[in-house]
Protein backbone atom coordinates (compact mmCIF):
# COMPACT_ATOMS: atom_id res chain seq x y z
CA UNK A 1 0.00 0.00 0.00
CA UNK A 2 3.04 2.14 0.90
CA UNK A 3 5.01 1.38 -2.34
CA UNK A 4 1.58 2.37 -4.54
CA UNK A 5 1.29 5.47 -2.84
CA UNK A 6 4.63 6.26 -3.54
CA UNK A 7 4.22 5.79 -6.94
CA UNK A 8 1.07 7.39 -7.07
CA UNK A 9 2.87 10.33 -5.66
CA UNK A 10 5.94 10.33 -7.59
CA UNK A 11 3.27 10.29 -11.00
CA UNK A 12 1.44 13.33 -9.75
CA UNK A 13 4.18 15.37 -9.23
CA UNK A 14 5.94 14.48 -12.04
CA UNK A 15 2.88 15.03 -14.14
CA UNK A 16 2.31 18.69 -12.62
CA UNK A 17 5.81 19.46 -13.11
CA UNK A 18 5.89 18.36 -16.88
CA UNK A 19 2.60 20.97 -17.04
CA UNK A 20 4.38 23.77 -15.25
CA UNK A 21 7.09 23.34 -17.81
CA UNK A 22 4.87 23.16 -20.52
CA UNK A 23 4.00 27.31 -19.99
CA UNK A 24 1.67 28.93 -23.01
CA UNK A 25 1.76 25.67 -25.31
CA UNK A 26 -0.58 23.84 -21.90
CA UNK A 27 -2.77 26.70 -23.31
CA UNK A 28 -2.80 26.00 -26.83
CA UNK A 29 -3.69 22.65 -26.45
CA UNK A 30 -5.96 22.60 -24.17
CA UNK A 31 -7.43 25.71 -26.06
CA UNK A 32 -7.81 23.63 -28.96
CA UNK A 33 -9.09 20.64 -27.53
CA UNK A 34 -11.98 22.77 -25.73
CA UNK A 35 -13.10 23.49 -29.20
CA UNK A 36 -12.98 20.04 -30.66
CA UNK A 37 -14.97 19.00 -27.80
CA UNK A 38 -17.48 22.14 -27.83
CA UNK A 39 -18.52 21.52 -32.09
CA UNK A 40 -18.54 17.57 -30.96
CA UNK A 41 -21.11 18.44 -27.93
CA UNK A 42 -22.81 20.83 -30.14
CA UNK A 43 -23.05 18.23 -32.99
CA UNK A 44 -24.39 15.35 -31.10
CA UNK A 45 -27.07 17.47 -29.52
CA UNK A 46 -28.08 19.03 -32.00
CA UNK A 47 -28.16 15.37 -33.55
CA UNK A 48 -30.40 13.89 -30.61
CA UNK A 49 -32.72 16.85 -31.05
CA UNK A 50 -33.31 16.38 -33.97
CA UNK A 51 -33.94 13.17 -33.82
CA UNK A 52 -36.64 13.72 -31.12
CA UNK A 53 -38.20 16.14 -33.51
CA UNK A 54 -38.54 13.66 -36.22
CA UNK A 55 -39.67 11.42 -33.85
CA UNK A 56 -42.61 13.37 -32.40
CA UNK A 57 -43.02 14.63 -35.99
CA UNK A 58 -43.81 11.43 -37.69
CA UNK A 59 -45.66 10.03 -33.95
CA UNK A 60 -48.37 13.19 -34.65
CA UNK A 61 -48.27 12.61 -38.14
CA UNK A 62 -51.72 11.07 -39.45
CA UNK A 63 -51.85 8.70 -42.89
CA UNK A 64 -55.36 9.76 -44.36
CA UNK A 65 -56.85 7.18 -45.93
CA UNK A 66 -60.49 7.41 -48.06
CA UNK A 67 -62.52 4.01 -48.23
CA UNK A 68 -64.28 3.50 -51.90
CA UNK A 69 -67.89 3.74 -51.66
CA UNK A 70 -69.72 0.94 -49.98
CA UNK A 71 -67.15 0.11 -47.75
CA UNK A 72 -67.10 0.97 -43.78
CA UNK A 73 -63.97 2.31 -42.07
CA UNK A 74 -65.21 0.36 -39.00
CA UNK A 75 -64.53 -3.26 -41.03
CA UNK A 76 -61.42 -2.22 -41.75
CA UNK A 77 -60.15 -0.97 -38.77
CA UNK A 78 -58.90 -4.39 -37.49
CA UNK A 79 -57.04 -5.30 -40.40
CA UNK A 80 -55.13 -1.95 -40.39
CA UNK A 81 -54.19 -2.12 -36.55
CA UNK A 82 -52.43 -5.24 -37.14
CA UNK A 83 -49.84 -3.02 -39.53
CA UNK A 84 -46.67 -3.38 -37.89
CA UNK A 85 -45.76 0.40 -36.21
CA UNK A 86 -49.58 1.63 -36.30
CA UNK A 87 -49.90 2.84 -33.27
CA UNK A 88 -53.98 3.93 -33.33
CA UNK A 89 -56.37 3.46 -35.99
CA UNK A 90 -59.48 6.53 -35.77
CA UNK A 91 -62.39 5.40 -38.17
CA UNK A 92 -64.33 8.54 -38.95
CA UNK A 93 -67.74 7.89 -40.72
CA UNK A 94 -68.83 9.85 -43.45
CA UNK A 95 -71.84 10.98 -41.59
CA UNK A 96 -69.53 12.06 -38.59
CA UNK A 97 -67.25 13.78 -41.17
CA UNK A 98 -70.50 15.44 -43.37
CA UNK A 99 -71.51 16.99 -40.02
CA UNK A 100 -68.06 18.47 -39.16
CA UNK A 101 -67.75 19.68 -42.64
CA UNK A 102 -71.37 21.52 -42.66
CA UNK A 103 -70.80 22.71 -39.40
CA UNK A 104 -67.41 24.39 -40.17
CA UNK A 105 -68.88 26.20 -43.54
CA UNK A 106 -71.59 27.47 -40.91
CA UNK A 107 -74.73 25.97 -42.24
CA UNK A 108 -77.63 25.18 -39.60
CA UNK A 109 -79.61 23.13 -42.00
CA UNK A 110 -77.47 19.52 -42.68
CA UNK A 111 -80.48 17.75 -44.14
CA UNK A 112 -81.12 20.74 -46.43
CA UNK A 113 -77.83 20.57 -47.41
CA UNK A 114 -77.56 16.72 -48.17
CA UNK A 115 -80.67 16.85 -50.22
CA UNK A 116 -78.98 19.34 -52.35
CA UNK A 117 -76.34 17.42 -53.32
CA UNK A 118 -78.32 14.65 -53.46
CA UNK A 119 -77.24 12.78 -50.19
CA UNK A 120 -73.87 12.66 -48.67
CA UNK A 121 -71.07 12.81 -51.28
CA UNK A 122 -68.56 11.77 -48.83
CA UNK A 123 -66.72 8.59 -47.96
CA UNK A 124 -65.67 7.10 -44.54
CA UNK A 125 -62.45 7.51 -43.51
CA UNK A 126 -59.25 5.93 -41.50
CA UNK A 127 -57.00 8.07 -39.67
CA UNK A 128 -53.75 5.81 -38.65
CA UNK A 129 -51.57 7.47 -36.18
CA UNK A 130 -47.81 5.85 -37.14
CA UNK A 131 -45.01 5.07 -34.56
CA UNK A 132 -42.58 7.19 -36.12
CA UNK A 133 -41.64 8.88 -39.68
CA UNK A 134 -39.73 6.06 -40.81
CA UNK A 135 -42.23 4.31 -40.92
CA UNK A 136 -44.82 6.38 -42.75
CA UNK A 137 -44.19 5.70 -45.92
CA UNK A 138 -44.40 2.06 -45.48
CA UNK A 139 -48.01 2.20 -43.42
CA UNK A 140 -49.03 4.28 -47.02
CA UNK A 141 -47.92 2.13 -49.16
CA UNK A 142 -50.01 -1.27 -46.98
CA UNK A 143 -53.10 1.50 -47.54
CA UNK A 144 -53.30 1.35 -50.70
CA UNK A 145 -52.88 -2.34 -51.49
CA UNK A 146 -55.92 -2.54 -49.31
CA UNK A 147 -59.19 -3.93 -51.02
CA UNK A 148 -61.20 -0.77 -50.49
CA UNK A 149 -59.09 2.18 -50.06
CA UNK A 150 -59.68 4.35 -52.64
CA UNK A 151 -57.00 7.28 -52.23
CA UNK A 152 -54.14 7.53 -48.79
CA UNK A 153 -52.93 11.23 -48.35
CA UNK A 154 -50.00 11.91 -45.77
CA UNK A 155 -47.53 15.13 -45.42
CA UNK A 156 -43.52 14.28 -45.23
CA UNK A 157 -42.43 16.90 -47.01
CA UNK A 158 -41.35 18.30 -43.67
CA UNK A 159 -40.32 15.03 -42.08
CA UNK A 160 -38.09 14.18 -45.46
CA UNK A 161 -36.83 18.12 -44.79
CA UNK A 162 -35.73 17.31 -41.32
CA UNK A 163 -34.59 13.86 -42.01
CA UNK A 164 -32.39 15.60 -44.93
CA UNK A 165 -31.22 18.16 -42.22
CA UNK A 166 -29.78 15.84 -40.14
CA UNK A 167 -28.32 13.78 -42.51
CA UNK A 168 -26.93 16.90 -43.44
CA UNK A 169 -25.31 17.99 -40.44
CA UNK A 170 -23.96 14.58 -39.63
CA UNK A 171 -21.67 14.65 -42.52
CA UNK A 172 -20.69 18.39 -42.30
CA UNK A 173 -20.05 17.68 -38.53
CA UNK A 174 -18.46 14.66 -39.05
CA UNK A 175 -15.82 16.31 -42.02
CA UNK A 176 -15.11 19.58 -39.25
CA UNK A 177 -14.43 17.27 -36.06
CA UNK A 178 -12.18 14.85 -38.07
CA UNK A 179 -9.91 17.96 -38.94
CA UNK A 180 -9.87 19.35 -35.54
CA UNK A 181 -9.29 15.89 -34.00
CA UNK A 182 -5.99 15.60 -36.26
CA UNK A 183 -5.12 19.56 -35.31
CA UNK A 184 -6.12 18.92 -31.73
CA UNK A 185 -3.79 15.59 -31.57
CA UNK A 186 -0.85 17.82 -33.43
CA UNK A 187 -0.94 20.25 -31.17
CA UNK A 188 -0.78 18.26 -28.20
CA UNK A 189 2.33 15.89 -29.54
CA UNK A 190 3.98 19.27 -30.48
CA UNK A 191 3.23 20.24 -26.71
CA UNK A 192 4.48 17.05 -25.00
CA UNK A 193 7.69 16.77 -27.54
CA UNK A 194 8.86 20.09 -25.74
CA UNK A 195 8.31 19.26 -22.64
CA UNK A 196 10.02 16.26 -23.23
CA UNK A 197 13.30 18.46 -24.44
CA UNK A 198 12.80 20.97 -21.48
CA UNK A 199 13.54 17.95 -19.18
CA UNK A 200 15.94 15.60 -21.28
CA UNK A 201 18.53 15.83 -19.13
CA UNK A 202 16.38 14.56 -16.35
CA UNK A 203 15.33 11.77 -18.36
CA UNK A 204 19.39 10.90 -19.32
CA UNK A 205 19.58 10.48 -15.48
CA UNK A 206 16.83 8.46 -14.96
CA UNK A 207 17.60 6.12 -17.57
CA UNK A 208 21.40 6.09 -15.87
CA UNK A 209 20.13 4.77 -12.52
CA UNK A 210 17.76 1.69 -14.28
CA UNK A 211 13.92 3.21 -15.03
CA UNK A 212 12.48 2.02 -17.46
CA UNK A 213 10.77 3.25 -20.39
CA UNK A 214 7.36 3.28 -19.20
CA UNK A 215 8.03 4.81 -15.88
CA UNK A 216 10.28 7.73 -17.57
CA UNK A 217 7.28 8.24 -19.92
CA UNK A 218 4.28 7.39 -18.02
CA UNK A 219 3.87 10.88 -16.62
CA UNK A 220 4.01 12.44 -20.18
CA UNK A 221 1.16 10.13 -21.42
CA UNK A 222 -0.86 11.41 -18.19
CA UNK A 223 -0.13 15.25 -19.12
CA UNK A 224 -1.92 14.25 -22.60
CA UNK A 225 -4.99 13.00 -20.90
CA UNK A 226 -4.59 16.15 -18.36
CA UNK A 227 -5.50 18.35 -21.33
CA UNK A 228 -7.89 16.02 -22.86
CA UNK A 229 -9.83 16.56 -19.82
CA UNK A 230 -9.78 20.04 -19.13
CA UNK A 231 -10.87 20.77 -22.42
CA UNK A 232 -13.55 18.59 -22.22
CA UNK A 233 -14.65 20.37 -18.53
CA UNK A 234 -14.10 23.79 -20.21
CA UNK A 235 -16.38 22.52 -22.98
CA UNK A 236 -19.30 21.28 -21.08
CA UNK A 237 -19.22 24.36 -19.04
CA UNK A 238 -19.72 26.29 -22.30
CA UNK A 239 -22.74 24.10 -23.39
CA UNK A 240 -24.19 24.48 -19.94
CA UNK A 241 -24.24 27.56 -19.92
CA UNK A 242 -25.43 28.55 -22.87
CA UNK A 243 -28.50 25.68 -22.68
CA UNK A 244 -28.97 27.28 -19.69
CA UNK A 245 -29.23 30.65 -21.40
CA UNK A 246 -31.79 29.53 -24.54
CA UNK A 247 -33.86 27.95 -21.49
CA UNK A 248 -34.08 30.87 -19.81
CA UNK A 249 -34.40 33.12 -22.79
CA UNK A 250 -37.23 30.67 -24.08
CA UNK A 251 -39.55 31.01 -20.74
CA UNK A 252 -39.66 34.80 -21.69
CA UNK A 253 -41.26 34.19 -25.44
CA UNK A 254 -44.42 32.78 -26.94
CA UNK A 255 -46.57 29.53 -25.64
CA UNK A 256 -45.49 27.85 -28.95
CA UNK A 257 -41.69 28.28 -28.81
CA UNK A 258 -42.08 27.52 -24.73
CA UNK A 259 -43.83 23.74 -26.22
CA UNK A 260 -40.97 23.19 -28.75
CA UNK A 261 -37.91 23.83 -26.55
CA UNK A 262 -39.84 21.77 -23.80
CA UNK A 263 -39.81 18.96 -26.71
CA UNK A 264 -36.07 19.98 -27.50
CA UNK A 265 -34.99 18.75 -23.87
CA UNK A 266 -32.63 15.99 -23.68
CA UNK A 267 -33.39 13.39 -21.53
CA UNK A 268 -31.57 12.47 -18.12
CA UNK A 269 -29.33 9.49 -20.02
CA UNK A 270 -28.56 12.43 -22.94
CA UNK A 271 -27.63 14.41 -20.09
CA UNK A 272 -25.25 11.80 -18.68
CA UNK A 273 -24.03 10.37 -21.93
CA UNK A 274 -23.05 13.89 -23.59
CA UNK A 275 -20.38 15.48 -20.75
CA UNK A 276 -19.45 11.17 -20.74
CA UNK A 277 -18.79 11.26 -24.29
CA UNK A 278 -17.00 14.66 -23.97
CA UNK A 279 -14.92 13.20 -21.21
CA UNK A 280 -13.89 10.11 -23.42
CA UNK A 281 -13.37 11.87 -26.68
CA UNK A 282 -10.79 14.84 -24.76
CA UNK A 283 -9.30 12.11 -22.86
CA UNK A 284 -8.79 9.64 -26.33
CA UNK A 285 -7.05 12.63 -28.41
CA UNK A 286 -5.31 13.65 -25.26
CA UNK A 287 -3.74 9.87 -24.84
CA UNK A 288 -3.02 9.84 -28.72
CA UNK A 289 -1.47 12.67 -28.89
CA UNK A 290 0.70 11.99 -26.22
CA UNK A 291 1.38 8.44 -27.32
CA UNK A 292 2.93 9.99 -30.69
CA UNK A 293 5.00 12.24 -29.16
CA UNK A 294 6.86 10.26 -26.39
CA UNK A 295 7.26 7.09 -29.09
CA UNK A 296 9.77 9.29 -30.99
CA UNK A 297 11.95 9.33 -27.97
CA UNK A 298 11.37 6.03 -25.84
CA UNK A 299 12.32 4.32 -29.36
CA UNK A 300 15.46 6.02 -29.46
Known sequence: ?????????????????????????????????????FLF???????????????????QLEVSAYLQSGFQASDLKPVVEAFPDVVTVTPVTKESAWAELVADLGLSDIAGATDQL????????????????ESVPAIASQLEALEGIDEVRYVDEAVTRL???????RWASLFVITILTL??????????????????????????????????????ILQGATFGLAGATVAW??????????TELAAQQADFIQFVVQGLRL????????????LGLGTLVGLMGSLLAVRKFSLR
Open 41 to 59: GISLQSTWQLERLLNQFGS
Open 237 to 246: GLLFSIQRFL
Open 183 to 220: TATAVITTTIRLIVLARRREIEVMQLVGATRIWIYLPF
Open 118 to 133: KGNPLVDELKVKAKDS
Open 267 to 278: TPQQLILLPASL
Open 1 to 37: MFKLLTKSDYLLRETLLGLRRGGWMNWAAISTITVLL
Open 163 to 169: AQLNDGL
